[in-house]
């Protein structure tokens, strides 16, 4: 419905919309995505509507990986089937638009692995300035709350002193936000520690992307290979093996 009403504005957007499926998990990724696959998949309709925009290179499929109930995959299963599922609504690039893990080398480690096995795009949860914020995410306490301690930890339990301090912060609008939602576990320097490249799985899985665009889809939002494209002049014009400039900049 929504991708209809922007096709019947009078000004059409050009701007491109990322797609997710529920829980911002793929299909068959769990036993509860293959239920929801079965009983209530993506409809004919919905996904030619996807593909139509696919096709104008309007369309990113963005997923998740956060092992469990959304998914029992490992990350090369997870973006496979991400890739799989793309297939049904005109193979659009695949963002892995959110993932966590618990230290900083680990991310990095993982966020070279996604974009080796395919992915057009990768974001971790989550950056934040932590020195700015001077806690473990993207909010900020006042140097009076943080000297009573965090108004409330990980698992819940509320420091009523601090708690009283925070409260006022509210209440006169001077406060930057709560550890809340997931808001903590914020990393810094990820890319700094990205690896270099496998260049040999980069240019295999470069070659499988390029071969299944070869009708001239687009790669990247903006980019199609040629139909009449050499081999040569396709990978000029498709995806850049994977993160070798985030690399070179790191």
């Known amino acids: 419905a929504v991708l209809e009403a922007l096709d019947g504005d009078p000004e059409p957007t050009k701007a491109p919309l990322a797609f997710e499926d529920l829980f911002g998990s793929v299909a068959g990724a769990s036993v509860l ?31 998740h990986f956060y092992p469990g109930f959304a998914t029992s995959l490992d990350l ?5 089937h991400a890739q799989e599922e793309a297939t049904h609504f005109g193979n659009p690039p695949i963002w892995l638009s959110e993932y966590f893990t618990g230290d900083d080398q680990s991310t990095a480690d993982e966020l070279a692995q996604a974009a080796e096995l395919g992915c057009g795009a990768v974001t971790y949860w989550q950056y934040a300035d932590l020195e700015f914020t001077n806690t473990d995410g993207w909010y900020k306490y006042t140097p009076e709350v943080m000297a009573a301690g965090l108004p409330v930890d990980g698992e819940g339990n509320i420091n009523w002193e601090s708690w009283q301090l925070y409260e006022k912060t509210v209440v006169d609008g001077s406060f930057w936000g709560a550890d809340i939602t997931g808001a903590e576990g914020a990393k810094m320097g990820v890319l700094a520690l990205v690896p270099a490249s496998n260049k040999a799985a980069a240019a295999a899985a470069k ?4 071969e299944q665009h070869s009708g001239g889809r687009p790669l990247l939002l903006g980019r199609t290979v040629p139909k009449n494209a050499k081999p040569q002049e396709a990978s000029s014009v498709g995806q850049p093996p994977a993160l070798e400039a985030a690399t070179d900049q790191a």
């Open 33 to 63: 995505m293959q239920l929801i696959e079965t009983f209530a998949p993506i409809g004919e309709k919905d996904a030619a509507k996807l593909a139509q925009w696919s096709e104008r290179g309007q369309l990113v499929f963005s997923f």
């Open 76 to 80: 090369a299963g997870q973006v496979a």
């Open 207 to 210: 070659r499988e992307i390029e």
